[in-house]
């Protein structure tokens, strides 16, 4: 009699232990990999090398030797200048600090020139050591001499130095576009379907195989891997995938909405193409040529920044 009723919360029991059992041994695994570092760094590159160490998915944390790690992506990635990996609970975190590249150094006690990097018009310049062989006003081009590592004495003669100067100019960077009138574009209906799936470690269950019935439609998947605390990761990942709907409408501009359409998008990619900031600009100058079927837009920004290279002086 009181065997039948416990009976049923025996098994309860048992299923919870049995439960338990299997956390504590999937605890005992690595279930997920997180990379921290700039979008610069190829995050494919990193995990191939960890995986080569035996950082990988499903490997057992005993086994794991980050030091091997660390060291073998330092060998092999020249844009890295620090890398740190640690373990918490399932999650393997590795932080990775880009390296910044640096200019080709000149020991202070040698002699040199001072050299342009860029085009530009000098604005002003502040000599410490060395001869200026430029004013304010000039323009130059990379390569041109800004300071000689020469000062030249009227009785003592000449005297070769290490160059040090404060050199600000105006630099330019260009950039121009040609686009039609009559523009072809793919816009979102706004009509989607969802699917959802499973994996379970290598092993994949889909509840919707069918396509959606979208002439032409986007495509935006996202995982997420299931923890039961903040960094113990289980081996399952919900897929989700969203097919977006789109069509292609045919748009004709004006030659004032085509011109400043390709002013904003010239200036993001020259901004993004030479490092600089909204901050940096003093002025942005737009040249519109109307063509035969559209309009060419040639656009110039124009920063104020320090230039100037070192370059070994041979006498």
Known sequence: FLLH??????????????????????????????????????????????????????????????????????????????????????????????????????????????????????????????????NKGDTVKPGDLLVEGVIEGKYTGNRYVHSKATIIAKVWYTKEKEKSLIQKNDVLTGAQKETFGININKFKINFNKTLPKFKKYDTIESKKKLKLFSNFYIPIEIEKVIYKEKITETKKYTIEELSDELQDELKRELLKENNITEEDLIEVIPTISPTQNGVRVKLTCITEEEIGVPEQLVY
């Not at 232990?17 to 995050?43: D, H, M, P, Q, Y």
């Not at 660390?70 to 200048?81: A, G, H, M, T, V």
């Not at 975190?93 to 018009?121: F, L, Q, R, Y």
């Open 5 to 134: 009723k416990y009976k049923k919360r025996k098994i309860f029991a048992i299923t919870l232990f049995v439960i338990a059992i299997l956390i504590f041994g999937l605890t005992r695994f690595v279930w997920n990999i997180e990379i921290i570092c700039s979008e610069k760094i190829n995050k494919n590159e990193i995990i191939e090398i960890l995986n080569s160490k035996g950082i990988k998915e499903g490997v057992a944390i005993s086994k794991i030797n980050t030091e091997k790690a660390i060291n073998e992506i330092c060998l092999r990635k020249d844009d890295i200048s620090w890398v740190g990996i640690k373990i918490t609970g399932t999650n393997v975190i590795v932080n990775i600090i880009e390296a910044t590249e640096k200019p080709e150094m000149i020991d202070k006690d040698e002699v040199c020139n001072i050299i342009s990097d860029k085009e530009a018009i000098i604005e002003k310049i502040s000599v410490q050591d060395g001869t200026a062989r430029v």
